[in-house]
């Protein structure tokens, strides 16, 4: 297996645009998360999905944050308008049930200037 | 979930074992210990997890003290790409949903 996928790998824009970021997660995998790194606050689990429904999205910073799945081998996270601040790494996670696992992808380093 | 406790950083010399210490002292009966690890510029890696004994698997060994209030984990032999930031995390497992909550972890750097 290729493990989760991630792309764009790198996406730099200008304030104010759509920003689409996609993750294939690990073909049988349940539950898809998503996450989001930057320097000053580490590691934050932005929503997750289980069964492609999506269960917890308290993270999500703000309305200009959205995330869809609209199969099991597909999700989006979209930025609109994008800001500066959203700048950071995005990864995608996905695990099988029974499985304590979580299998991250390598992450889309966004830069909004 | 309960709260970790780790040294911001460590440095090991290659080929020693590397002795990565936790503290959760508030840790609930059916929390599990979870270790994970991120490379620069890649995704967090799981390395190992457990509730009580002591585990290990082919890339680490986690030893959980008896009152399960601390948790060490062990590198055997230490090898410069083991270099990144080593995450502890208590939770339980399987609940509603599988999140992890990632504190700032350990920095391992591992020298020749």
């Known amino acids: 297996d290729a493990g989760v996928i991630q792309s764009p790998r790198h996406e730099v824009t200008e304030m104010g645009q759509e920003v689409t970021l996609r993750c294939k997660p690990i073909s049988g995998h349940d539950y898809l998360f998503w996450y989001r790194q930057t320097m000053m606050r580490g590691l934050e689990l932005l929503i997750y999905?289980?069964?492609?429904?999506?269960?917890?999205d308290s993270g999500m910073p703000e309305d200009r944050f959205s995330a869809k799945m609209p199969n099991a081998s597909f999700s989006t996270l979209k930025i609109q308008p994008s800001e500066p601040r959203d700048s950071a790494v995005y990864f995608c996670a996905s695990s099988f049930e029974r499985d304590e696992k979580l299998f991250f992808g390598s992450g889309t380093q966004l830069s909004v200037l | 979930d309960a709260k970790t406790t780790q040294p911001p950083s460590m440095d090991c010399a290659e080929g020693r074992a590397a002795n990565l210490p936790c503290n959760h002292s508030?840790?609930?009966?059916?929390?599990?210990v979870y270790w994970y690890r991120q490379i620069h510029s890649q995704g967090p890696q799981y390395i190992i997890h457990g509730l009580k004994n002591n585990e290990t698997n082919e890339m680490a060994s986690l030893i959980i003290t008896e009152d399960r209030k601390s948790s060490t984990l062990i590198l055997p032999h230490a090898t410069l790409r083991d270099t990144a930031v080593y995450y502890c995390?208590?939770?339980?497992?399987?609940?509603?949903?599988?999140?992890?909550?990632f504190g700032g972890g350990t920095r391992l750097m591992v020298k020749p």
């Open positions: 995390i208590v939770r339980v497992a399987w609940d509603a949903g599988n999140m992890l909550t």
């Open positions: 508030t840790i609930s009966g059916n929390e599990y």
């Open positions: 999905f289980n069964n492609n429904v999506p269960i917890d």
